[in-house]
């Protein structure tokens, strides 16, 4: 059930993502593989610079969607240089 619910986490982050960062749609594979690794960078980052949010599937979520953010707003800079 915890893959389960890291691949929805990751899908649906994914998709956020997408929509904030305009451009960027990757398909639903891709969708999930931005918001988990999205998760993953997120996770490295923001505790680092003080920001922790509570626990559930709300903050999980919000967390990747950020992490997924930072990542296709480096991706879209490599693609620009």
């Known amino acids: 059930m915890g893959i389960l619910a890291m691949l929805i986490t990751g899908a649906i982050a994914g998709w956020l993502a997408g929509q904030l960062v305009k451009g960027y749609g990757f398909g639903l594979i891709g969708n999930i593989a931005?918001?988990?690794?999205?998760?993953?960078?997120?996770?490295?980052?923001?505790?680092?610079?003080?920001?922790?949010?509570?626990?559930?599937?709300?903050?999980?979520?919000?967390?990747?969607?950020?992490?997924?953010?930072?990542?296709?707003?480096?991706?879209?800079?490599v693609k620009q240089g």
């Open 34 to 77: 931005v918001g988990i690794v999205g998760a993953f960078i997120a996770g490295l980052i923001l505790p680092r610079i003080g920001f922790v949010m509570g626990g559930g599937m709300g903050a999980a979520i919000l967390h990747a969607t950020l992490g997924a953010v930072i990542l296709l707003f480096l991706i879209r800079l």
